[in-house]
């Protein structure tokens, strides 16, 4: 059965760096777009990056442009989210999910199945 699994999440000082994965199963990345979400208490569920596994290209939001970075290791079936530079802002409940074609979208609707998430607290 289709399966994602994050981990990597924690407690990091601003400014700091984590690597958060995710782990698919019942499925090969070649052919879906992965995406990384994430919400914060209070807020709408946001799309944070993207990556078309097929071909590598990624997407990401304007909020982690120059300090997130996705990628791929298709041999392991896990995609990553390398975080650096971190803000109080960044603190939320991260998720990754597959999309239901090969195209990035940052549309929740776009995805079929979801992780059940890892937290990512930013904080002095």
């Known amino acids: 059965q289709v399966q994602l699994v994050e981990s990597g999440g924690g407690l990091v000082q601003p400014g700091g760096s984590l690597r958060l994965s995710c782990a698919a199963s019942g499925f090969t990345l070649d052919y879906y777009a992965i995406g990384w979400f994430r919400q914060a208490p209070g807020k709408e569920r946001e799309g944070v990056s993207c990556i078309i596994s097929s071909d590598g290209s990624t997407h990401y939001a304007d909020s982690v442009t120059g300090r997130f970075t996705i990628s791929r290791d298709n041999a392991k079936n896990t995609v990553y989210l390398q975080m650096n530079s971190l803000k109080p802002e960044d603190t939320a409940l991260y998720y990754c999910?597959?999309?239901?074609?090969?195209?990035?979208?940052?549309?929740?609707?776009?995805?079929?199945?979801w992780g059940q998430g890892t937290q990512v607290t930013v904080s002095s």
């Open positions: 999910a597959r999309g239901g074609s090969s195209f990035c979208s940052n549309l929740t609707a776009e995805y079929d199945y």
